[in-house]
């Protein structure tokens, strides 16, 4: 079926430092939606692409279609950063359903 | 951004006894959705819902599993009877066009 690869599964960063996320997905899918899992549980969306990159502050986030992949890009690295990183595929039209990774568990230490 | 609300936050029940989750999607979406997350694993889908009509399950959606919003009320999953392995962390979302915005989860815990 539809998977989702996510690497690396774990990474550590010091502060003000930063590094990049990737997903490789199986087949051609719609668009991409990545997240961050904070400590409580909770699901914070950071973005949706169908294509090309986007940015919001120190993070920026490209999704190539064509080669089926996405990354997610951390620069300058904060404390409140740390978190699991989860990226989901939008694999149908229509009604849609999201298919995730694993998961990036990020840690940044002082 | 859009909020997405879920009620309760935890829920701790007997095996066999029945549950319901609620969820108050963002006020102008069409599209339902429950997910579900063993502690420490990744999201997976459950079920969507569209129209008043469940449009796809996972495997995951047992026949002990029910969807429904009346009246367009709380978005609600109903596990009856709950098993030992529903302790999950269940997610709603709710979808307009496109991006999927996600509650906070209710924790649920099956002894």
């Known amino acids: 079926g539809d998977q989702v690869e996510q690497s690396p599964s774990a990474l550590s960063l010091h502060e003000g430092t930063g590094s990049a996320l990737r997903c490789n997905f199986t087949t051609t899918m719609r668009a991409v939606q990545w997240f961050q899992q904070n400590s409580r549980g909770s699901l914070i969306n950071l973005f949706y692409l169908a294509s090309g990159t986007k940015e919001n502050g120190r993070l920026k986030s490209t999704f190539n279609s064509k080669e089926s992949y996405s990354t997610l890009h951390i620069r300058d690295a904060q404390l409140e950063d740390s978190g699991t990183y989860f990226c989901a595929a939008d694999y149908t039209e229509g009604a849609d359903r999201l298919t995730f990774g694993k998961g990036t568990q990020l840690i940044i230490q002082p | 951004g859009p909020k997405v609300l879920q009620i309760p936050s935890h829920q701790i029940i007997d095996m066999g006894q029945m549950v319901t989750l609620n969820c108050d999607p963002v006020?102008?979406?069409?599209?339902f959705y429950w997910y579900k997350q063993i502690l420490g694993q990744q999201m997976e889908f459950l079920v969507n819902?569209?129209?008043?009509?469940?449009?796809?399950k996972s495997k995951l959606f047992k026949d002990q599993f029910s969807v429904e919003r009346p009246d367009g009320s709380y978005f609600t999953l109903k596990i009856q009877p709950t098993a030992l392995e529903d302790s999950a962390v269940y997610f709603c979302a709710s979808s307009g066009q496109d991006t999927q915005y996600f509650g906070p989860g209710t924790r649920l815990l099956v002894l």
């Open positions: 006020s102008n979406h069409l599209y």
């Open positions: 819902f569209y129209n008043g009509k469940v449009m796809e």
